[in-house]
Nanobody, 118 residues
Framework: QVDLVEYGGGLVQAGGSLRLSCRAH????????MGWYRQAPGSQREMVAI???????VYATSVKGRFTITRDNAKNTVYLHMDSLKPEDTAVYYC????????????WGQGTQVTVSS
């Protein structure tokens, strides 16, 4: 069992920055990748950024060049640095991870609200 706990989020003006963090808690698990998704009201959940153990980092086109995903493997923590925020970035942001012990299963955080005012 893996629990994801998210921190950060809040209200920021357009052009501002925020940092989200997400820490994976549990025992005896091997993370294969961590990432961030978001869901705006009335919209489907969409991928924002994924950072795998092996392979290239993936960003949604809409955030490329503005958002940066990083990981601290020693702390099982993933971060999302968000710069040049736009009102259309407003959404609930969810942390996601897969572990080697349960292939293909999505673990999700509780979500954190990011609101960008114009």
């Amino acid at each position: 069992q893996v629990d994801l706990v998210e921190y950060g989020g809040g209200l920021v003006q357009a052009g501002g920055s925020l940092r989200l963090s997400c820490r994976a808690h549990g025992t005896y698990f091997s993370i294969t990748h961590m990432g961030w998704y978001r869901q705006a009201p009335g919209s489907q959940r969409e991928m924002v950024a994924i950072l795998p153990n092996d392979g290239d980092t993936v960003y949604a086109t809409s955030v490329k060049g503005r958002f940066t995903i990083t990981r601290d493997n020693a702390k099982n923590t993933v971060y999302l640095h968000m710069d040049s925020l736009k009102p259309e970035d407003t959404a609930v942001y969810y942390c996601n991870t897969h572990i080697r012990e349960v292939p293909g299963y999505d673990y999700w955080g509780q979500g954190t609200q990011v609101t960008v005012s114009s």
